[in-house]
């Protein structure tokens, strides 16, 4: 059981605010991994931490910009809002190495007014 | 550039006959797909990979076909159940050994009962 958690499960913002996710889980898998879902889109790779560090990154701009502590949990914040940021935002687990097992939280469903 | 197309974004189906979803891909470099099954207010969750070592990989009700000439796969549920009833997205890891995946867009299935 891997319980990944992720809060708040919504949020209203406005445009040019800043927003923190947060995601945890029971178990001590090393890497996270966060995604945006647009509506009617499959989620979209944002960037991953591996050992608390940034270990790869999607075509999302320096303002989308994360951390992973040391109980793997990890935060997604994200600068100056955007309309086009209104997604669901979800978080992955996994272990390093592996393709195959990557367990996703709820999601957090940001809409930008 | 979608890497990985889903372009059917619904089907529907009888309780008990066969589903068949579909996911084209362009990069050839691909080696590993992998679905998931997503249910509303929950993550993403996997069912089911396949290898391009292989052309077929099952799992009780579940079946992958990759068709490498024709970048094509397709998951099989036989019976489909009420309870199969969600969002299905193929995705594929540009890298091996990572999570980056790139997510197709969805497929919603509904099985009528």
């Known amino acids: 059981e891997t319980g990944v958690t992720q809060s708040p499960t919504h949020l209203i913002k406005t445009r040019g605010q800043q927003v923190t996710l947060r995601c945890s889980s029971q178990?001590?898998?090393?890497?996270v991994s966060w995604y945006q879902q647009a509506l009617g889109q499959g989620p979209q790779f944002i960037f991953q931490?591996?050992?608390?560090?940034?270990?790869g990154r999607g075509n999302f701009p320096p303002r989308f910009s994360g951390l992973q502590f040391p109980n793997y949990s990890s935060e997604l914040n994200v600068n100056a809002l955007e309309l086009d940021d209104s997604a669901l935002y979800l978080c992955?687990?996994?272990?390093?190495?592996?393709?195959?097992?990557?367990?996703f939280g709820p999601g957090t469903r940001l809409l930008v007014l | 550039d979608q890497q990985v197309k889903q372009n059917s974004p619904s089907l529907s189906v009888q309780e008990g006959r066969i589903s068949i979803l579909n996911c084209d891909y362009t990069?050839?470099?691909?080696?590993?797909f992998l679905w998931y099954k997503k249910y509303p207010a929950e993550g993403p969750t996997f069912l089911i990979s396949?290898?391009?070592?292989?052309d077929k990989n099952e799992d009780g009700r579940f079946t992958v076909f990759l068709n490498k000439s024709a970048k094509h796969l397709s998951l099989h549920i036989v019976p489909s159940q009420p309870g199969d009833s969600a969002v299905y997205f193929c995705?594929?890891?540009?890298?091996?050994?990572?999570?980056?995946?790139?997510f197709g867009t969805g497929t919603r299935l509904k099985v009528l009962a």
């Open positions: 992955a687990i996994g272990l390093a190495g592996g393709q195959e097992t990557q367990y």
């Open positions: 178990s001590g898998h090393n890497t």
């Open positions: 931490y591996y050992r608390e560090e940034e270990n």
């Open positions: 990069n050839s470099m691909f080696d590993y």
């Open positions: 396949i290898s391009s070592i292989k």
């Open positions: 995705a594929a890891p540009p890298t091996s050994g990572t999570y980056k995946y790139i």
